[in-house]
């Protein structure tokens, strides 16, 4: 390698470096600050263990609730043209352009016992404000841009002479789905999943604006910080953040496992 | 027997057809034309994958044209690499039969034994990624035969293969077609073509321009096209009809006015000439200035342009009478260099006049003698 292909190399890894310690070094500072102790009690309190079981089943149930049609709307996306395939690509985009507090406000005017959807929730007797279906909705809306577009990527690198092929040989659309695009985009929809899960999971902004309560950890880190500073905050967000990987480690392994 | 009948499809400006063809049982059918010329669109209309703006598609005498993909009981070897790779070898030979819900037994029956004719049987429990080009297309072929289509369609099967392993495929191929199988097969090779075929169509911008036996279609072209996939060098159109003289012969011009002198025996009956067809293998290279010849064809002075050394020990010399002439020399060394200048003469026989066939003809297709099924 020349010397000035070194020196770039040399330039690029030094800035590279610096985002990856920018990355870090908050992380890392908050677990060096905290004690055994106060992660120990965070662990043991029945707030944090109730807001924890609260956000991860909330989060599970809005990606494969939402995935339900989510995924086929990637596949229609990579596969077919349609009139207005643009505008809807921008509309699936739109939630990761907005402030999540926006979004929050913008679910609570349809979510609401006003809302549309509010409406026909509370005459089939489901509290949608205030309410774990709320809580999920406003997940989902924010999050579903990250499996929709994973998948879409996933299904689009898959030839579609496979598919082809598998029709020729007798295969109905679905089962040519079920039988060689599905099994081949997998890596692309698991990684879809997983962000979907784990963005859904840490919403703050529009969770607060639709349910306060029952409490999600997110909001009960933004409590505790308010009602009693960073020291008690702390130790709730090192448990959120040591969930949140442990569950990112093992859907990886669940999916290489598939493979 | 496969029936395509007056078939069109309009794609953006580009239309192909209307197209008449008949494969019928055991032939082995080379459709050959360059890329974009609608050879993988008619593939893909008769699979079912396009449907035509027009026409009829009709195989053993069940019209299939707006039939679903899944019953039209044609095998369509898609250009490249289909297998799917998240399956073993058996998996993917077994796909098509899985469909079908035939049991078990009989299917891993049927499998083996379709995997043993190919040649792939001790490749059933390998994984896809690990094998070879020649390994794969021979998985791709007994995946499509297991599920026993009347007729298979392969689109340029031997795509991305070294010489060897086309000739191993192009073998196979011949095999399954003598043991009855029938075959649709496009390239745009006409080595490849020449070595399997048992009937060949020349396509060329959408439409079919010449069909027949193989060897009447690469002696008899009837277009620029066809002539250069049949790899003659020496194919000139000629600019106006053919001009009378003495002692039977006829004036012929051929591009940029060229005028040559020949027997008007040799015309072509029944129909306009149009190309004229020198043998360069024929063709005699003199230095300028050596006097007549006495082959009795034409001799003209000429400047040699350029050289290509062939396999064959032989060189292909190209020399401008006005028009590029290539004239074979050798084998050995070659002892003209580009500059030289040459007197270029060749005997009656290496000249033949050929018709203009359906070249200018749309939407309709000669009825061609040399259609009948050679084996």
Known sequence: MSPRANSISLVFILLGGLVLLFLTAPLVGMVLQSSIPGIM???????????????????????FISGIGAVPLAWL???????????????IDLPLMIPHSAAGIALLTILSRHGVLGQLAQSAGIKLVGGPAGIMAAMAFVSLPFLINSARTGFESVDVRLEKTAMNLGA??????????????????????VLMFGRGMSEFGAVIMVAYHPITTPVLIYERFGAYGLKWARPVAIVLIGVCLAVFVLLRVVADKRR | ML?????????????????????????????????????????????????????????????????????????????????????????NIAYGLRRRKMPVGLMEERVEEVAREIGAFHLLERRIEGLSGGERQ????????????????????????????????????RRLNRSGGTFLHVTHDHTEALAVATKVAIMEQGRIVQQGAPMEVVNNPRSLFAARLAGIKNFFPLT???????????????????????????????????????????????????????????????????????????????????VPVVAVVGPGECPWNPGDRVQVSWPRKAVKVLGKGATHQRGHLPKNPGMNREN
């Open chain 2, 240 to 322: 106006s009809a053919p001009v009378e003289d003495r002692d039977g012969m006829v004036q012929i011009i051929i591009k940029d006015g060229l005028q040559l002198a020949v027997p008007g025996s040799i015309l072509p009956q029944g129909e306009p000439p149009g190309f004229l067809r020198l043998e360069e293998r024929l063709i005699t290279l003199k230095p300028s200035g050596a006097g007549p010849s006495l082959e009795g064809g034409g001799d003209y002075p000429g400047t040699v342009t350029d050289l290509v050394p062939q396999v064959d020990g032989t060189w292909e010399v190209t020399v401008n009478i006005g």
């Open chain 2, 3 to 91: 029936q395509i009948k007056g078939l069109w499809k309009r794609l953006g400006e580009f239309v192909l057809g209307e197209l008449d063809l008949e494969v019928e049982p055991g032939d082995y059918f080379v459709l050959l034309g360059p890329s974009g010329s609608g050879k993988t669109l008619l593939l893909e209309m008769i699979a079912g994958f396009l449907h035509p703006d027009g026409g009829r598609i009709i195989l053993e005498e069940r019209d299939i044209t707006a039939m679903c993909i899944q019953d039209r009981q044609v095998g369509y070897l898609c250009q490249g690499d289909t297998l799917f790779p998240h399956l073993s070898v058996r998996g």
């Open chain 1, 41 to 63: 009690a965070a662990l043991h309190d029945q707030e944090v263990r109730g807001s924890i079981v609260l956000s991860l089943w909330t989060a599970m149930a809005a990606t």
């Open chain 1, 77 to 91: 996306l990579a596969r077919k043209d349609f009139p207005g395939k643009r505008v809807v690509s921008a509309v």
């Open chain 2, 138 to 173: 021979r998985v791709a072929l007994a995946r499509a035969l297991v599920m026993n289509p009347a007729c298979l369609l392969l689109d340029e099967p031997l795509t991305g293969m070294d010489t060897a392993l086309c000739q191993d495929i192009l073998m196979l191929l």
């Open chain 1, 172 to 193: 109905s659309l679905v089962s040519t789905f079920f039988t060689v695009t599905l099994p081949l985009a997998w890596r692309a929809v698991v990684s879809g999943i």
